[in-house]
C-alpha cells in the first residue's frame, strides 16, 4: 500500500554538492573560458585529442591558449577508460607546469582524467588508486563536456581503469567536484552519430536508474522524469545533427548527473563498469546493452518504479498494472534503441565463462548494488550478462 503524502514519514536530508557555477555559452566557450581564468597566473589544459583536432575545438582552444594573460601548458595524452599510467602522467606534467587552473575539454574520460590529476594532492583515495603519494594543493577546476552523457562535470566522483584485474575503480571526493562547469553545443557537432547515441543512452541510463533506485525520493524523481523527457524527445533529432537538440541533450545530461549522488544507480551501472574494464567496450556502449536487460531484471520484483515512467514516454494509452505499465516501459525504451545508430558500438566481445563469473562478482562490490531496487545475487547478474551475449 502506498503512502498518502500527508502521512508522517521518516524526513528525507538532500545534502547537495554541486559546482559553483554552470554557464550555457551557446559559441561562446572561448570567451567564458577567458573571463573565468582572468585571475590565473598558470592554466593547464587537458583535452580530447580528437576534440583538438575539430575546427572549433581548436579555435577554443587557441583563442585561450593566445589571449590568457596565464602561461598556458596544453595537454593532449588522453586515453578512453582513464588508464592508471594515463593519470600518472598528467600528475607528473602538472608537478611541472604548477598550474593554479585546470581546464578539462572531452567527453568522460578527459573529464575523470584532469580531475583525479587534479585531486592527488588532497584526496587519499587517489593516492591510494593511482599508486603516487604527494602533497600539493588542488588547483580550480573547469569542465567542459564534449559529449551529451557521462555528465562527468556535475558530480564528485571519478572513474580509472586499473590493469590490475582488470577493473574500473571509482572515487568519490568534494575535491573532485569541478568549480565551473561551461556547456557551449557547437563543442558536440563534430560528434560522430553512433557516440552522440551511446553517450545520450548514459544519460538516459543515469536519469531511469535514478528514478527507480531504492533511495529515489519525490525531489529526485521530480527531476529524473524531466530529464528522462527531455532525452527521450529531443535523442532522434540531435543523431540527425539538428543543433538546438544536441543543446538540450548536453543540458539534460549535465542535470542527470546532479541527480544520483544522492539516490545511487542500479545494476545497468553496477555491471557496465566491469563490462567495459575487460572489453575494452565504450561506456555509454556498454550501458546501451545492459539498460533493457538488467531493468528486465528489475521489473519482476519492483515494478512500481518503472511503471511510474509511462506517463512521461508517450501519450498513448498505457496498460493498469503496475507489471503490465514496467513492461510497456521497456518496449518503449526498447524501440527507442532500436532506432538509434549503435551497432557500430554495442557489439559485446565473446566472453569465458570465467569472465561471466569475474564480470558479475566485480558489479557485486559496486556501491550501486545497495540502491538497485530490487535484490540482487551473483546468479541474476550472470543471467543478464548471458542475455547480452545472446543478442550479439
Known amino acids: 500500500m502506498s503512502r498518502s503524502p500527508t502521512e508522517p514519514c521518516e524526513p528525507r536530508i538532500h545534502r547537495l554538492r554541486t559546482p559553483s557555477s554552470v554557464v550555457e555559452a551557446p559559441a561562446a566557450a572561448a570567451a567564458i573560458l577567458l573571463r573565468l581564468i582572468e585571475n590565473s597566473r598558470s592554466c593547464l589544459i587537458v583535452v580530447d585529442p580528437a576534440v583538438a583536432a575539430t575546427g572549433y575545438g581548436s579555435s577554443v582552444i587557441g583563442a585561450v591558449r593566445n589571449a590568457a594573460a596565464a602561461s598556458v601548458t596544453l595537454s593532449v595524452d588522453v586515453e578512453e577508460n582513464t588508464p ?28 575523470d582524467l584532469a580531475k583525479l590529476a587534479n585531486a592527488v594532492g588532497t584526496v587519499p583515495q587517489v593516492q591510494e588508486a593511482v599508486g603516487v603519494v604527494m602533497r600539493r ?34 572515487v ?6 569541478p568549480d565551473q562547469v561551461v556547456l557551449d553545443p557547437l563543442l558536440l557537432r563534430s560528434l560522430p552519430s553512433a557516440y552522440v ?17 531504492r533511495f529515489a525520493s519525490g525531489l529526485t524523481r521530480c527531476s529524473a522524469h524531466g530529464v528522462i ?22 543540458t539534460a545530461a549535465a542535470s542527470a548527473r546532479l541527480l544520483y549522488p544522492r539516490t545511487g544507480l542500479t545494476t545497468v551501472h553496477a555491471l557496465s563498469h566491469p563490462l567495459g574494464a575487460v572489453t575494452g567496450m565504450h561506456h555509454g556502449a556498454a550501458v546501451a546493452v545492459l539498460l533493457l536487460p538488467a531493468s528486465r531484471a528489475n521489473v519482476g520484483a519492483c515494478p512500481g518504479p518503472f511503471a511510474a515512467l509511462a506517463e512521461i514516454l508517450t501519450s498513448a494509452r498505457a496498460p493498469q498494472t503496475d507489471q503490465d505499465r514496467a513492461g510497456w516501459v521497456l518496449d518503449q525504451l526498447a524501440d527507442l534503441l532500436a532506432d538509434l545508430p549503435l551497432r557500430t558500438l554495442t557489439a559485446v566481445p565473446e566472453l569465458t565463462g570465467e569472465q561471466v563469473r569475474y564480470i558479475a562478482s566485480e558489479a557485486m562490490t559496486s556501491s550501486n548494488i545497495p540502491s538497485n ?20
Open 172 to 177: 568519490e571526493s568534494g575535491d573532485l567536484l
Open 197 to 213: 547515441a551511446a553517450t545520450a543512452v548514459d544519460a538516459l541510463a543515469h536519469a531511469v536508474e535514478s528514478s527507480v533506485s
Open 137 to 170: 594543493p588542488r588547483a580550480s577546476l573547469i569542465a567542459v563536456p564534449t559529449t551529451c552523457g557521462t555528465g562527468s562535470e556535475t558530480t564528485p566522483f571519478a572513474v580509472m581503469l586499473d590493469p590490475a584485474g582488470p577493473r574500473k575503480r571509482g
Open 84 to 111: 592508471r599510467d594515463c593519470v600518472r602522467r598528467l600528475i607528473d606534467l602538472a608537478s611541472v607546469a604548477e598550474p593554479d587552473t585546470v581546464i578539462a575539454i572531452g567527453g568522460g574520460s578527459t573529464l
Open 229 to 250: 523527457r527531455e532525452i527521450v524527445l529531443n535523442l532522434p533529432r540531435a543523431v540527425a545533427g539538428e543543433s538546438a537538440a544536441l543543446a538540450r541533450l548536453q
Open 373 to 392: 531496487p530490487g535484490p540482487v545475487h551473483a546468479g541474476m547478474l550472470e543471467e543478464v550478462l548471458a542475455e547480452c551475449l545472446s543478442n550479439r
